[in-house]
């Protein structure tokens, strides 16, 4: 597909998409507590939400209907939220100790993508002591969960993944007993467990936490206080997603658009990006009024996601920018270091990588100047090719460099963007297509 910004003035107001982060809690724990009134897939809907619906709706007919043959297909497709999160969660809602089974001895969790090869290994320690086996299966590339679910003390690795720590917070939740989790090693992406805690805190089931431990509610989902109202009585609310509100806000920049629909209190981590964007107004500044070269190093361990795109505007704002902490981008949904070191050499940008740092340079051609870019993309007849690497914020991070560089790329695959925002490629079909 050809996206085209060239000689065009992008001028329109868009939403960010709702939070996917917080659209998954809203879903599990509201499911738990017995409310199943949110699962029918809406059109508006990620990728990754859409398989939590699909997750949670075989397990209600599970519930329902029993299994047949003693297990229950949970459809994860390529989303790494839905299969951390439910892991646990299926685990302590079918198999867990004291529960009835539903006639289910074992959890087919279904993957596509490169979702199957993204670790677990963490996640798979932690539950082992307490009865659960999570095996890969290589042939069917499928994640099999067997055992019976115990509550108690959890210990984990917390460098990997929050999203083990928040599905297992949400899980433990369902015990009679009191559980615990202690992580071990360094706690990434706090804010992300925030946001379980908050949610979970929200429906009446508030998290302590000492330390890197942390205490869920036990018995919680069916017995609340009689001033808690019930899940009918609270509202189902999702606010602005700053992962994709941040790519927006990059476009913002060379362009004349309008982002609504994002709450700047948000405790989401990615609402990082004013204090990035500030820090490089600053620096612009800096260098405008004589001072010196622009560079900026900037730790980037809780907010993964949205780095890429942080490193794209780079080239154009900075003359060197090292971003560190950057390990787990290379375990998304493609090597995201990989892909945007790629995507800007293929500009001619310079960069460098180490095992935890990224380095941009600054294109002299290629920088910022008064919203222009003084660029010889501008001239090209020819429509630079930009892979994609089938990740949704790779291909964010093309349609980035086309706004950028006000150019033609061509892009190997726009569908990616479903992922987490289907209505980006609307954008890119109405306005941006030659």
């Known amino acids: 597909m050809i996206i085209s910004c060239r000689n065009r003035k992008l001028d329109f107001t868009i939403d960010a998409p709702p939070s996917k982060s917080i659209y998954h809690r809203e879903l599990i724990i509201r499911f738990l507590g017995g409310d199943y009134t949110h699962l029918a897939p809406l059109d508006s809907d990620n990728d990754d939400v859409r398989a939590t619906k699909a997750v949670l709706t075989a397990l209600h007919d599970c519930v329902t209907y029993s299994s047949k043959d003693g297990s229950v297909v949970l459809p994860c497709n390529e989303s790494g939220s839905t299969l951390r999160f439910m892991i646990p969660v299926a685990a302590a809602f079918i198999l867990g100790q004291g529960r009835s089974s539903y006639g289910v001895n074992k959890l087919i969790f279904t993957t596509a993508g490169r979702l199957f090869d993204r670790p677990l290994l963490e996640l798979r320690d ?22 019976e679910m115990t509550p108690g003390t959890y210990i984990i690795d917390g460098s990997v993944s929050s999203q083990y720590i ?49 205490y869920p509610t036990c018995c919680g989902y069916t017995t609340k206080s009689t001033s808690h109202p019930s899940f009918a009585d609270i509202p189902f609310k999702v606010e602005g997603d700053w992962s994709n509100g941040a790519f927006l806000l990059c476009m913002k920049e060379w362009s004349d658009i309008t982002v609504t629909n994002l709450n ?20 612009d500044n800096n260098s405008a009024t004589g001072g010196a070269d622009t560079s900026l190093t900037w730790d980037c361990t809780d907010i993964p996601d949205i ?20 390990s787990r981008l290379r375990i ?80 190997d695959n726009l569908d990616c963007l479903r992922k987490s925002f289907p209505e980006m490629i609307d954008i890119v079909l109405k306005y941006m297509q030659p």
Do not use: W
């Open 126 to 147: 932690a539950m082992s002591p307490h009865g659960i086996t999570i095996e890969k299966d290589d042939v069917t590339r499928t994640i099999i969960v067997t055992g």
């Open 166 to 214: 928040s599905g297992l917070l949400m899980a433990l939740t369902l015990f009679t007993e009191e559980s615990h989790i202690e992580v071990a090693g360094e706690l990434k992406s706090i804010h992300y467990i925030e946001l379980t805690t908050n949610a979970l805190l929200k429906y009446g089931y508030p998290v302590h936490m000492e330390g890197s431990s942390f």
């Open 264 to 283: 700047p209190s948000s405790i989401q981590g990615d609402r990082a990006i004013l204090d990035y964007l500030d820090a490089i107004h600053k620096a």
């Open 307 to 326: 780095t890429p795109y942080m490193a794209v505007i780079a080239a154009f704002a900075l003359d060197k920018a090292v971003f560190t902490g950057i």
């Open 332 to 411: 998304k949904e493609s090597d995201r270091v990989k892909a945007v070191r790629e995507q800007l050499s293929a500009i001619g940008v310079k960069t460098e990588e180490t095992d935890d740092t990224l380095t941009v340079y600054s294109c002299s051609r290629l920088r910022k100047a008064g919203n222009k870019i003084d660029s010889l993309y501008a001239q090209n007849t020819e429509p630079i090719k930009l892979s994609s690497y089938n990740d949704h914020r790779m291909a964010m991070c093309a349609v980035l460099i086309a706004v950028i560089l006000k150019t033609d790329i061509e892009l």
